[in-house]
């Protein structure tokens, strides 16, 4: 459960980022 959640937050994470980096610029 734990690496799921992990992973998932991960990914979240990672394409947040990089929706709002295109997005700032």
Same mark, same amino acid.
């Given at each position: 459960?734990? =690496?799921? *959640?992990? *992973?998932?937050?991960?990914?979240? $994470?990672?394409?947040?980022?990089?929706? =709002?980096?295109?997005?700032? $610029?």
């Amino acid at each position: 459960m734990a =690496g799921k *959640t992990v *992973t998932r937050a991960d990914l979240a $994470e990672s394409v947040f980022r990089k929706v =709002g980096l295109s997005r700032t $610029e």
